[in-house]
């Protein structure tokens, strides 16, 4: 069992709200990564890490941004949120020469 | 939302019988491959993996084929179950400029019938 997390769960939120997605990994995992995934569809990578004070946009333009002030948390946030935002948002981290371990994953509605 | 991308085929079979799930990827120098299941409303979960090296790797009831000439990645899944209903997703370890990076497969949805 991966240990990373993620909140809110579910977020439903109107127009124009900043919002931060919560991503926290314990297995102090230098890389992390966002992706962002429509139901039923493939996953896109927005963002990742590769340490503290490493971030970098991924293939999909996203307007989010994330931050990495400590391994353990990787945070993503929209300053201004819009219904084109309303998607799930996974987190994941990888560990060194094997897989990506993804969190539940922050199903995002915005209103 | 709008949705980005395409959606995603579906493979349906009966209960018992044997799945193959199929991916073409995309860059010759990968040299790691996952597959992963995501049931709906979690997060994917890896299943097997194989590295460039091998051509077949079996796991529980599951197993990967690597075609590194055509560069092609099958899933065989046999005796399917209900619980085996999900959508399966390739990645492809791409080397890039910082390290590696994970490209994603379009995934496919399998339906398991009762």
């Known amino acids: 069992e991966a240990d990373i997390y993620q909140t809110p769960r579910y977020l439903v939120i109107g127009t124009g709200k900043k919002i931060t997605l919560e991503c926290s990994q314990t297995?102090?995992?230098?890389?992390m990564y966002w992706y962002q995934q429509d139901p039923g569809m493939e996953l896109h990578l927005i963002h990742y890490?590769?340490?503290?004070?490493?971030?970098e946009k991924g293939d999909l333009s996203s307007e989010s941004t994330v931050s990495r002030i400590r391994t353990e948390h990787f945070p993503l946030t929209l300053e201004s949120a819009r219904p084109s935002h309303t998607s799930q948002y996974l987190c994941?981290?990888?560990?060194?020469?094997?897989?990506?371990?993804f969190g539940p994953g922050t199903r995002l509605t915005v209103t | 939302g709008e949705s980005v991308g395409l959606h995603l085929p579906t493979l349906s079979v009966q209960e018992g019988d044997n799945s193959i799930i199929n991916c073409a990827y995309s860059?010759?120098?990968?040299?790691?491959f996952i597959w992963y299941k995501q049931e709906s409303g979690k997060g994917p979960q890896f299943i097997i993996d194989?590295?460039?090296?091998?051509d077949k790797r079996q796991g529980q009831r599951v197993t990967v084929l690597l075609n590194k000439t055509v560069k092609h990645l099958s899933l065989q899944i046999a005796a399917t179950q209900p619980g085996d209903s999900a959508v399966y997703f390739c990645?492809?370890?791409?080397?890039?400029?910082?390290?590696?990076?994970?490209?994603f497969g379009g995934g496919t949805r399998l339906m398991v019938k009762p």
């Open positions: 994941a981290s990888l560990k060194q020469g094997g897989e990506q371990y």
């Open positions: 297995m102090g995992h230098d890389k």
């Open positions: 890490s590769y340490g503290v004070n490493s971030t």
């Open positions: 860059n010759s120098a990968s040299d790691y």
């Open positions: 194989i590295r460039s090296n091998m």
């Open positions: 990645a492809e370890n791409r080397k890039g400029n910082a390290g590696n990076m994970l490209t």
